[in-house]
């Protein structure tokens, strides 16, 4: 069984945001061009984008991350990551958006998408196994993956507040592939340099497997810090100020 952690990251409330001025507003049912402003704002969101609630997104601050798997496995491992961040977010490319339209309520909206690179850094704790070698660690992670193919199902429901429509993510669910994963984590083995190389040696050359166990707790994870940054947006700004009129 897979868990991921509660996470947590360092988000912008702002009250009584407006959409900004300089972003294009779609009509309902454009997906062209709902696609086109969505990547603007993933470009733009790497220095922070206030008016919608977006933190600086390069990298993002996490405070708490967490993948927990349970169960006699071939690979089993707890890792913690705390005060950690992600970097990569700005290099997001919607191919396929779905389900933007005029009625939010149960509204099912479907997110396509690539990016160059996904990298999560920062202070860990783990505790686990890969095959026969026990992984023990407390030091420093890296965790990176190029050529992410991503896609993202949502189910919304709608917010009434001051008499205005919010959308709220009601349930969301990602998968992903990569091209290439790394991973690198100090002070194994309480910092034997000999058997933390060879450990790491191993995770990288087999990091096909690795990445298959680990993913359904990656992908929860992942899809924690998605929603939390669209309900964050979404919950700033009225539904209908997003679209033209």
């Not at 990251?9 to 001025?21: D, E, H, Q, R």
């Not at 965790?143 to 991503?150: A, H, M, R, S």
């Not at 990569?178 to 000999?194: D, E, I, M, W, Y």
């Not at 929860?220 to 009225?238: A, H, V």
């Amino acid at each position: 069984m897979f868990r991921a952690l509660i996470i947590f990251i360092v988000l912008v409330g702002i009250n009584c945001a407006k959409f900004p001025s300089d972003l294009q507003k779609c009509k309902y049912g454009d997906m062209t061009c709902v696609i086109k402003v969505a990547n603007e704002i993933m470009a733009r969101s790497a220095n922070g984008l206030p008016e919608l609630g977006f933190p600086s997104t390069d990298p993002l601050v996490i405070n708490r991350i967490g993948l927990n798997q349970d169960g006699d496995r071939p690979v089993v491992l707890n890792i913690e990551l705390s005060d950690c961040k992600m970097s990569g977010l700005p290099t997001t490319n919607f191919t396929t958006i779905q389900g933007f339209s005029d009625n939010i309520d149960k509204a099912k909206i479907l997110l396509k998408y690539k990016q160059d690179h996904i990298q999560l850094f920062g202070p860990y704790k783990a505790k686990g196994k890969i095959l026969v070698l026990p992984m023990n660690g407390d030091g420093e992670a890296n965790i990176t993956f190029t050529g992410v193919d991503g896609i993202v199902k949502m189910l919304t429901k709608k917010i009434l507040k001051n008499g205005k429509n919010y959308m709220q993510i009601d349930k969301l669910r990602m998968n992903f592939d990569v091209k290439r994963a790394s991973f690198n984590f100090t002070n194994l083995f309480n910092g034997n340099v000999q058997l933390g190389d060879a450990l790491n040696k191993f995770i990288n050359e087999n990091w096909k497997d690795i990445l298959n166990d680990l993913k359904p707790a990656m992908a929860d994870s992942l899809g924690s810090i998605y929603k939390s940054l669209l309900d964050n947006m979404f919950s700033n700004i009225p539904y209908d100020e997003f679209f033209e009129k």
